[in-house]
C-alpha cells in the first residue's frame, strides 16, 4: 500500500489583500460615493474632497471601513477607509524553523477549514524572509491561497498539510507487529524453515502512525506473528 506522511500546520484565512487610505493633505469631505460593504475596483472614486478631486479605493474588492463622515474635515495622513480583497483568500500559518526548508512558494498542500468542515486544495504564495522568535525557537510566517465559493469567512481556523515522505505500493506491516530486541532493533516473528517461527530482523523506512514501510527482511505476502492485544 501507499504510505504518505505530512507536514501539519495550524492558521486563519485572512483577505488576499488589503490597503487602508489616508489623505495625503488636509481635506474636507464634500460626499461618500461609496458606502460601508459595496464592492469596489481599483480606480473606482470612493470619495470627493471639497478640492473637487476623487480619491480612488486603489485596491479592488469590498470597502470594509468608512472612517469619515461628509463635512468632516480630515488632517493630512488621517485615515479615510479600507479595503480588503475577499475574492482571494489566503491562510496565514507560521512555519517553525525545522520545517521551513521543506517548503516552497507554488507548492501544493490541502486545507482543511473546521467550522465548514470542509477540504480545499491550496498553493504557497510566499514564505517570509525573516523570523519571529519565541524562546529558543524561530517561526516564519507563510501564506497559502485557498479558492473562494462564496462559505470562507475571515478568521476561521484551517489546517494546511503539505507532503512530506511518500512510499507507493510498499510492503507494510501495522506498527503494533513490529517488535524491539535488547538492542532496539526492530524484528518482527515468522516462520522459518518448516513450522518454526524464528524472529526476522527488519529495515524499516517511513511510518503514517498506523503501519510502517517495510523496506529489507520480509516480502509482501509473508504471514507475521505479533502477541494479541488484551
Known amino acids: 500500500q501507499d504510505v504518505i506522511t505530512y507536514y501539519s500546520f495550524s492558521g486563519n484565512i485572512e483577505p488576499g489583500d488589503t490597503k487602508v487610505v489616508t489623505a495625503t493633505a488636509p481635506l474636507k469631505v464634500r460626499s461618500l460615493l461609496k458606502a460601508q460593504g459595496d464592492a469596489v475596483q481599483e480606480e473606482e472614486d470612493v470619495l470627493r474632497p471639497r478640492s473637487g478631486s476623487r480619491i480612488e479605493a486603489g485596491l479592488a474588492g469590498t470597502l470594509t471601513d468608512v472612517y469619515v463622515e461628509e463635512e468632516e474635515t480630515v488632517p ?31 507548492m501544493e498542500v490541502t486545507v482543511y477549514v473546521h467550522a465548514l468542515d470542509q477540504t480545499l486544495f491550496g498553493k504557497i504564495t510566499d514564505i517570509g ?15 497559502v491561497s485557498v479558492p473562494q465559493d462564496g462559505t470562507l469567512r475571515m478568521g476561521m481556523s484551517a489546517e494546511v498539510t503539505a507532503v ?30 518448516g513450522e518454526e517461527i524464528v524472529p526476522q530482523a527488519l529495515t524499516l523506512g517511513i511510518s503514517n502512525g498506523s503501519v510502517v514501510q517495510v523496506l529489507d527482511g520480509i516480502k509482501t505476502g509473508e504471514t507475521v506473528f505479533y502477541p494479541q492485544e488484551e
Do not use: M, W
Not at 129 to 143: M, N, Q, W
Open 164 to 193: 512530506k515522505d511518500r512510499a507507493l505500493l510498499a510492503t507494510t506491516l501495522p506498527i503494533k507487529a513490529i517488535q524491539f530486541d535488547e538492542n532496539n532493533l526492530p524484528f518482527v516473528l515468522c516462520y522459518g524453515r
Open 129 to 143: 524572509r525573516e523570523a519571529a522568535v519565541e524562546g529558543s525557537i524561530a517561526y516564519y510566517d507563510a501564506k
Open 76 to 106: 493630512a495622513g488621517g485615515e479615510l477607509f479600507r479595503v480588503a480583497d475577499y475574492d482571494h483568500p489566503l491562510v496565514a500559518i507560521r512555519v517553525d524553523e525545522y520545517d521551513v526548508g521543506a517548503l516552497q512558494v507554488g
